[in-house]
């Protein structure tokens, strides 16, 4: 029986990987002990125990990049948390004896792999971003593996480091997804053309600006158009009231589905013929897997403008029209749409382009890095 610990938290974009690759494992060698090793009273604490793993925590606070006073003195706090981190972590370590440590970014993930690296413990990072994070970037030279969701992040890893473009693990089912029309019906449209628009779960102003305007442009348009649109958390009072004062029959409407949250992505995926969103690793990851055309908006509040080089990896094939917020104007979108839907031809070509550059195989590759590294191997 192998023993396996897996670190990674802060956002469900380290977590959601992290489980996706444990059950990878689990399903081939179902005799495998893990431990999740993350922060306490974290989002990674509450979830990993939720689906039965077994937790151990490691205190570790970030680095504040701008030189301000209140940085300074944080700053000052995380340096000691970090000694105790790498004190615990290696106390964690000669409890459990795993066999190999994975990791999956965030803060947590750096004194956790850098301390099994130091004890003997083969080790694996994987990398969701095409540009990746500062843990991996720091880390990736004292590992045995790196794997990596898109072959472009390789580029922007130092030279010599061993990697594995393995795809991005997920726990979300797209090797059988719906058909098209099928996945209309589900959701109770009929086979018109169908808009996807979506912010992640606490919603995007500007996304959620850009469906408002869309919807009310939409009767213009020479097709008739369903569009699904998420406006999250933070468009709770605002988005809805919005269309209702500009006359939109949101609720009553056989063509609008207005929800905070969308709970079945991958039957609304299926749906669409083009997608308006964030450019996140999961989102990115599901476009090509169902090939789908795009229209993508990367956050520009996010480390290292990473989801900006998510987008480019799909903008870049062809697949997806990339703009950036600081770019577009009030109806831009508005007439990228109604060029898009005068040529039916151009979608189709898009979705072909987007599917291009999906990696397929992403549990047997992931599989295959554990196996040699627990086996004692080198990955050739």
Avoid: W
């Amino acid at each position: 029986m192998f023993k396996i610990l897996i670190s990674g938290g802060g956002t469900t974009g380290h977590i959601h990987p992290a489980l996706a690759i444990a059950e990878i494992i689990k399903k081939r060698l179902p005799d495998t002990e893990f431990l999740y090793v993350g922060t306490p009273d974290s989002l990674e604490e509450r979830i990993a125990k939720r689906e039965g793993y077994t937790f151990e925590a490691v205190n570790v606070t970030g680095f504040g990049r701008k030189l301000t006073p209140v940085n300074i003195k944080r700053n000052a706090k995380s340096a000691f948390n970090l000694i105790k981190a790498d004190r615990r972590s290696r106390e964690i370590i000669a409890d459990f004896s795993p066999d190999l440590a994975i990791g999956t970014g965030g803060y947590v993930c750096g004194p956790v792999i850098r301390a099994a690296a130091k004890m003997g413990i083969p080790t694996a990072l994987h990398e969701q971003n095409a540009f990746p994070g500062m843990t991996v970037k720091l880390l990736s030279a004292n590992v045995d593996e790196v794997m990596l969701s898109f072959p472009d992040a390789a580029d922007r890893l130092s030279r010599g480091v061993k990697y594995t473009v393995t795809g991005l693990p997920t726990r979300a089912n797209y090797q059988n997804p719906l058909s098209r029309t099928d996945a209309k019906h589900k959701l109770g449209f009929d086979d018109s053309l169908t808009i996807l628009s979506f912010g992640g779960s606490l919603g995007a102003k500007t996304i959620n600006n850009i469906a408002s305007n869309l919807i009310q442009f939409e009767n213009t348009l020479p097709v008739k158009v369903n569009h699904i649109h998420a406006y999250g958390k933070n468009g709770v009072d605002s988005f809805t009231k919005g269309l209702t004062e500009a006359g939109i029959d949101y609720s009553g409407s056989s063509r609008l589905m207005i929800r905070e949250y969308i709970d079945n992505m991958n039957v609304c995926m299926s749906a669409a013929d083009l997608v308006i969103c964030r450019s996140g690793a999961s989102t990115i990851f599901e476009l090509q897997a169902l090939g789908r055309a795009s229209i993508l908006i990367p956050s520009p509040n996010v480390t290292e403008n990473h989801q900006y080089f998510n987008a480019c990896v799909i903008g870049k094939t062809g697949g997806a029209v990339v703009l950036e917020e600081k770019d577009i104007k009030p109806d831009s979108v508005n007439k990228l749409v109604s060029e898009l839907v005068s040529a039916p031809e151009k979608i189709r070509q898009m979705e072909r382009d987007a599917r291009s550059g999906f990696e397929p195989g992403t549990p047997e590759k992931i599989f295959k890095c554990a196996e040699f590294l627990l086996n004692g191997r080198n990955i050739a």
